[in-house]
T-cell receptor, first 109, second 118 residues
Framework: GDSVTQMEGPVTLSEEAFLTINCTYTATGYPSLFWYVQYPGEGLQLLLKATKADDKGSNKGFEATYRKETTSFHLEKGSVQVSDSAVYFCALSDQKVIFGTGTRLQVFP | GAVVSQHPSWVICKSGTSVKIECRSLDFQATTMFWYRQFPKQSLMLMATSNEGSKATYEQGVEKDKFLINHASLTLSTLTVTSAHPEDSSFYIC??????????????FGEGSRLTVL
């Protein structure tokens, strides 16, 4: 069945550091891919999405490119801020939506 | 953006009682809603897919007689935890797909309901 694998956390960075959170997937069809973010004490919210191969999703300085050849959708940000501290979930959507295990990001000043 | 409302946000109940959680799409129609369970510091586990007008589809290992799901209308799905026990204590989250934008598959999430069974 479909699955999503993302790197384990926590990821600890200093402010203004470069961020990469890896995400790979397996799917029988052609899913849409998403990154969701959960800030402390809040619910999930969509960060960015890509619906087909080579699409790049971007929002709030975060980017991810749908790579069909490597079945990946890695999340990147060039300069993280303390306010980016949260749990990030990679997800794919085909018949149903499957989430990765989540990666906790901690950014220190 | 689309809004999904979930109620109640917090519920505490005695062991053996049943608890109902509602999930409403406020400004769009949702033929499909999903129910997830999230344990502390863990990911979301898909429990079941709720389809309007038909029976829910449960994931492997989820007891359908324990977690009753009803999707009576295009804007409302309910999850009832029957005969709750302390191990059912968790954070339950519903989500819905906007039927008008099926192609993207984007989900909109409720705020979640924290269930504590004493």
């Amino acid at each position: 069945g479909d699955s999503v694998t993302q790197m384990e956390g926590p990821v600890t960075l200093s402010e203004e550091a470069f961020l990469t959170i890896n995400c790979t997937y397996t799917a029988t069809g052609y899913p849409s891919l998403f990154w969701y973010v959960q800030y402390p004490g809040e619910g999930l919210q969509l960060l960015l999405k890509a619906t087909k191969a080579d699409d790049k999703g971007s929002n709030k300085g975060f980017e991810a490119t749908y790579r069909k050849e490597t079945t990946s959708f890695h999340l990147e940000k060039g300069s993280v801020q303390v306010s980016d501290s949260a749990v990030y979930f990679c997800a794919l959507s085909d018949q149903k939506v499957i989430f990765g295990t989540g990666t906790r990001l901690q950014v220190f000043p | 953006g689309a809004v999904v409302s979930q109620h109640p946000s917090w519920v505490i109940c005695k062991s053996g009682t049943s608890v109902k959680i509602e999930c409403r799409s406020l400004d769009f129609q949702a033929t499909t809603m999903f129910w997830y369970r999230q344990f502390p510091k863990q990911s979301l586990m898909l429990m079941a897919t709720s389809n309007e007008g038909s029976k829910a589809t449960y994931e492997q290992g989820v007891e359908k007689d324990k977690f009753l799901i009803n999707h009576a209308s295009l804007t409302l799905s309910t999850l009832t935890v029957t005969s709750a026990h302390p191990e059912d204590s968790s954070f339950y989250i519903c989500s819905a797909r906007d039927s008008g934008i099926l192609r993207t598959g984007e989900l909109f999430f409720g705020e979640g309901s924290r269930l504590t069974v004493l």
